[in-house]
């Protein structure tokens, strides 16, 4: 497989401003959605007008929340895919696979990976929310108020690709393919969430007992969730 490298960001810590990267990025991809006119195609005589999509965006999964401008796994509903509610522990939040007031086996599940039990985000569904953070922002609410509101709504603000401010839309028309797509863009790294699962089971200590088991439980169970909405 081919890569074509569009940026870098330097290090070591991640940029103050993310959208000063993507801006030139998505002028670019922006002249070509609307089409590239000249262009000799094997097979054809006549020069072709060329159109270029963007059919993924292939990020490890912090990179694809920061390209989302979500909240990452710590919100109160932090999956990208579905909407799963979590419970505070302090200042994290936990998702476990059963209701918090039931000692494990639960027979009451909070959530469930497979089928359609749990609601899925869509485009339509996010931007609603991206929509409320925005206008708390704008309406000059606390720093605090709209971070527990992006906390709950999952996404920060507005992004790029995916659901862009009305000013990035004028300035973006042709990138209008991408905005009713959602998180599909950016689906979760297999290998990554594998990765996990084996670093859990590595640290799992006989003496550790039920605790161990439980949060090993806690964690495939999201891990499952995951793999199975990258699936849809």
């Not at 931007?127 to 971070?147: F, N, Y």
């Amino acid at each position: 497989m081919s890569q074509l490298i569009l940026g870098i960001t330097p290090g070591p810590g991640q940029p103050a401003d993310l959208d000063s990267f993507l801006h030139p990025i998505a002028e670019e991809l922006n002249e070509l959605a609307a089409g590239v006119s000249s262009v000799t195609v094997a097979g054809l005589t006549d020069p072709q007008v060329v159109h270029v999509f963007v059919v993924q965006f292939s990020t490890d999964m912090p990179g694809g929340d920061k390209l989302l401008k979500a909240v990452g796994s710590n919100g109160e509903y932090g999956g990208r895919f579905r909407i799963v509610a979590g419970v505070k522990l302090k200042r994290r939040y936990c998702y476990a696979p059963y209701a918090p007031d039931d000692p494990p086996p639960s027979k009451r599940p909070r959530f469930d990976v497979k089928g359609d039990a749990t609601p899925r985000r869509t485009a339509g569904t996010i931007t609603a929310g991206v929509a409320k953070v925005e206008h708390a922002r704008a309406a000059g609410k606390s720093q605090a108020a709209v971070r527990n509101l992006a906390q709950k709504e999952r996404f920060q603000g507005y992004a790029h690709f995916f659901w862009p401010s009305p000013a990035e839309k004028a300035r973006y028309p042709a990138l209008k393919y991408l905005w009713g797509l959602g998180t599909d863009l950016v689906p979760y790294d297999i290998a990554n969430l594998q990765k996990m699962a084996v670093a859990e089971r590595k640290e799992a200590e006989p003496t550790t007992g039920l605790r161990n088991e439980v949060g090993l439980a806690v964690r495939q169970a999201t891990i499952e969730l995951f793999a199975e909405s990258c699936r849809q």
